[in-house]
């Protein structure tokens, strides 16, 4: 009886977990937001699928190990914040030089595709954080069934939750009734992307 009490808590602190870091903004929330202003809630729906999947597939992996190259190899950790950093960068400027509707540039006029979602949590420093902290708290065993079960609580919070962004850009969308509008959205949207990089260049105390 005490197992099965101890497992319901970990399970509830785990959905707590999943939900908070799932809804709260990071990369994954604000171009979602951005998509949606920009190509409403149907188009975005591959990207919304290939954050949710690709982040389970990650905490699957590291689950199964792949954390440990990090120990291994220490380097890897900062060549990946640093490919991180120039990515996001990179995406940020993206966003803000989006073609407007009505404008004769054939600029990045496309939504995320579900592959291209996918792979972004591997470059997504918030991601990263999220999956080591849910494996090394919620399955320090290691188990196939303990790392599953914290994939499969992530994919059942984590949808919902990135599809509240997707509406909130929808929604927003009413706003945006000109091209400079969506110009000061846009380059508004990319400059909180490039904040929210400040964990990860900003050393912890």
Do not use: D
């Not at 785990?14 to 903004?25: D, E, H």
């Not at 590291?62 to 890897?76: E, N």
């Not at 054939?106 to 995320?112: D, E, K, L, N, T």
């Amino acid at each position: 009886m005490h197992n099965c009490i101890m497992t319901n808590e970990l399970l509830a602190g785990l959905g707590l977990f999943a939900l908070v870091s799932s809804i709260t903004p990071g990369p994954n929330n604000l171009m979602l937001m951005a998509s949606g202003a920009n190509y409403g809630f149907r188009l975005t729906i591959p990207h919304m699928l290939g954050v949710s999947i690709g982040f389970m597939l990650m905490a699957l992996l590291v689950g199964m190990g792949l954390a440990q190259l990090f120990q291994v190899f220490p380097v890897s950790y900062t060549v990946l914040k640093m490919v991180s950093v120039l990515y996001l960068l990179f995406l940020a400027w993206k966003i803000a030089t989006a073609a407007t509707p009505g404008s004769n540039t054939s600029a990045s006029g496309q939504p995320f595709t579900f592959v291209q979602a996918a792979l972004f949590q591997w470059v997504n420093p918030k991601a990263w954080t999220m999956a080591l902290t849910a494996i090394t708290i919620y399955a320090p065993s290691h188990t196939l069934r303990s790392v599953v079960l914290v994939a499969l609580i992530f994919g059942i919070i984590n949808l919902p939750s990135v599809s509240c962004w997707t509406l909130l850009g929808q929604q927003i969308q009413s706003l945006l009734t000109s091209s400079r509008r969506l110009a000061i959205f846009n380059t508004g949207m990319a400059l909180l992307l490039v904040l929210s990089l400040y964990p990860v260049l900003i050393p912890q105390a």
